[in-house]
């Protein structure tokens, strides 16, 4: 069974060609704090959330709201 991921921080960051430790670095948290966003193991902060967004060039709906499914 296909699990939908907790959001779209990784395929948007695949997207933009950035890696984890210059994701992290732009937004100043460590990589481990990336790749935990990621697995869906640590629910960023709505400032940590919003800086994220803005890197990745999303709204905050896209990365980490319903609308991840379809865009």
Known sequence: MDEKPPNSVRRWRRWNDISQSELAEKVAVSRQTIANIEK????????????????????????????QETQ
């Open 40 to 67: 869906g193991n640590y629910s960023p902060s709505v400032h940590l959330a919003l800086e994220i967004c803005q890197v990745l060039g999303k709204s905050v709906e896209q990365i980490f709201g319903k609308e």
